[in-house]
T-cell receptor
Framework: GIQVEQSPPDLILQEGANSTLRCNFS?????LQWFHQNPWGQLINLFY???GTKQNGRLSATTVATERYSLLYISSSQTTDSGVYFC??????????FGQGTELSVKP | KAGVTQTPRYLIKTRGQQVTLSCSPI?????VSWYQQTPGQGLQFLFE???????NKGNFPGRFSGRQFSNSRSEMNVSTLELGDSALYLC????????????FGQGTRLTVV
């Protein structure tokens, strides 16, 4: 079955709006990370969040490991927030398993 | 401290050729993993090296191989290139692999013509 699933696949926002991205992960995956892929392809680390809540500026993330989901919150979105957001977790075989991503477009 | 460095950034190769990509991890990190990203398949795990040994392998043909040196730098080789090998290849550096935070390089974009 699907080990890491993200929703929504696409999201269009007006600048200044808030958004929530969701990542569901199976029992075989742990130690979630959130990434933002920049236009040049590099995956930028946002959060390493096996459980609990972390905040970094306008971004915050919460992982509820017992319920197998993680949320990424973006507040007061800016056009520079556009791009693809990935969550990924380590499986028991030592592989980082990625979701399919959420493509975010923030309009001015 | 320096991040993960991948070279080259861009490559154009002809079908049938071979290619070698390089990844220098963050100092002190012993695990290097490689991923292939294509529009259709997303991000897929190729293999992981830890202390010069391949520790994990994904579902890719034997044309894809790699190695790791004593300084933890890793190389990935693809032989007999096919058009479908065109992709962004990303490497990840982490302290010990599974269950530790992974950091990615800028990627190598390979085009096979």
């Amino acid at each position: 079955g699907i080990q890491v699933e993200q929703s929504p696949p696409d999201l269009i926002l007006q600048e200044g709006a808030n958004s929530t991205l969701r990542c569901n992960f199976s029992d075989s995956v742990n130690n979630l990370q959130w990434f933002h892929q920049n236009p040049w392809g590099q995956l930028i680390n946002l959060f390493y969040i096996p459980s609990g809540t972390k905040q970094n500026g306008r971004l915050s993330a919460t992982t509820v490991a017992t319920e197998r989901y993680s949320l990424l919150y973006i507040s007061s979105s800016q056009t520079t927030d556009s791009g693809v957001y990935f969550c990924a977790g380590w499986n028991q075989g030592g592989k980082l398993i990625f979701g399919q991503g959420t493509e975010l477009s923030v309009k001015p | 401290k320096a991040g993960v460095t991948q070279t080259p950034r861009y490559l154009i190769k002809t079908r049938g050729q071979q290619v070698t990509l390089s990844c220098s991890p963050i100092s002190g990190h012993r695990s290097v993993s490689w991923y292939q990203q294509t529009p259709g398949q997303g991000l897929q795990f190729l293999f992981e090296y830890f202390s010069e040994t391949q520790r994990n392998k994904g579902n890719f043909p034997g044309r894809f191989s790699g190695r790791q040196f004593s300084n933890s730098r890793s190389e990935m080789n693809v032989s007999t290139l096919e058009l479908g090998d065109s992709a962004l290849y990303l490497c990840a550096s982490s302290l010990n692999g599974g269950d530790t935070e992974a950091f990615f390089g800028q990627g190598t974009r390979l085009t096979v013509v």
